[in-house]
């Protein structure tokens, strides 16, 4: 499996962009799917989730502003970004979760906020 975050760039703040993650063979089984970010030196932070039944769930950073969606529980996988903020700036990545701790991550798409 494996899973690849794309849509990423260089936006002004208060500019909207949207991430896509692209599922490559078979997660079926999985719990969810989860956008995650992360910045430099950070711990990485679930940003939104979304269950395989379709319950969704954001950061308090981004309620509002963030939407995550899909086409089937397997993907593809969306994140539509509004109201991009500096602080938003991260290295973005998609999962696929299995459990608590376990699943598959893409390689990250960067996202960078300035004026």
């Known amino acids: 499996v494996q899973l690849q975050a794309s849509g990423g760039g260089t936006v002004q703040p208060g500019s909207p962009l949207k991430l896509t993650c692209t599922v490559f063979g078979s997660i079926y089984s999985a719990d969810g799917m989860g956008w995650h970010r992360q910045v430099s030196g950070d711990e990485r932070e679930m940003v939104a989730y979304i269950s395989y039944e379709g319950h969704t769930k954001y950061a308090n950073s981004v309620k509002g502003r963030f939407t995550i969606s899909r086409d089937t529980p397997e993907g593809p996988l969306y994140l539509q970004m509004n109201d991009l903020q500096p602080e938003d700036t991260a290295r973005y990545y998609c999962?696929?979760?299995?459990?608590?701790?376990?699943?598959?991550w893409g390689q990250g798409t960067q996202v960078t906020v300035s004026s």
């Open positions: 999962k696929a979760h299995y459990g608590e701790r376990n699943g598959y």
